[in-house]
């Protein structure tokens, strides 16, 4: 007769238990990056578009907690580069049950099209959201040519 111990590994409510916790972690990240649906990703979450005119370029990172003395735009070549620091965060009367805010630095860089003129860029940082306006280079921007006559 062959004895063997009733462990945690051989448990079907703990193998279900494991099985879940696999899942969660691949749905989070499918690529072991931080990039899936519910993952942390690169921070912070920018939006890049054309403008309403179709020439200027817009993005929009979320920054809330940060003001504008907080962060930092520079422009090298055709790359703006974002960062800031927030100072910590006030500490909890208790244990924590869930922790999700962040203190610290931040740095994220965007390369532009050569279409647009980064060291032309405006910023305006208000209610958590930063907005840069990278305006089109004028050589782009089409031209009326007036016609003469003969």
Same mark, same amino acid.
């Given at each position: 007769?062959?004895?063997?111990?009733?462990?945690?590994?051989?448990?079907?409510?703990?193998?279900?238990?494991?099985?879940?916790?696999?899942?969660?972690?691949? $749905?989070?990240?499918?690529?072991? $990056?931080?990039?899936?649906?519910? +993952?942390?990703?690169?921070?912070?979450? @920018?939006?890049?578009?054309?403008?309403?005119?179709?020439?200027? /370029?817009? /993005?929009?990172?979320?920054?809330? +907690?940060?003001?504008?003395?907080?962060?930092?735009?520079?422009?090298?070549?055709?790359?703006?580069?974002?960062?800031?620091?927030? +100072?910590?965060?006030?500490?909890?009367?208790?244990?924590? $049950?869930?922790?999700?805010?962040?203190?610290?630095?931040?740095?994220?860089? /965007?390369?532009?099209?050569?279409? @647009?003129?980064?060291?032309?860029?405006?910023?305006?940082?208000?209610?958590? @959201? *930063?907005? *840069?306006?990278?305006?089109?280079?004028?050589?782009?921007?089409?031209?009326?040519?007036?016609?003469?006559?003969?």
């Amino acid at each position: 007769m062959a004895l063997f111990r009733y462990g945690r590994d051989l448990d079907s409510m703990n193998a279900l238990l494991r099985l879940q916790d696999e899942l969660s972690r691949a $749905h989070e990240s499918p690529f072991g $990056h931080g990039l899936g649906l519910l +993952g942390g990703g690169v921070r912070p979450p @920018v939006n890049i578009f054309k403008s309403r005119t179709g020439e200027d /370029i817009v /993005i929009k990172l979320e920054v809330p +907690g940060f003001g504008p003395s907080d962060i930092t735009v520079e422009n090298r070549g055709q790359t703006l580069t974002v960062s800031g620091k927030l +100072g910590s965060m006030p500490s909890a009367e208790g244990a924590y $049950h869930r922790r999700e805010r962040v203190a610290g630095e931040f740095s994220r860089s /965007i390369q532009l099209p050569r279409e @647009v003129d980064p060291a032309r860029a405006t910023a305006q940082c208000k209610n958590g @959201v *930063l907005t *840069l306006n990278v305006p089109a280079r004028e050589e782009t921007k089409p031209r009326q040519i007036s016609v003469k006559g003969g």
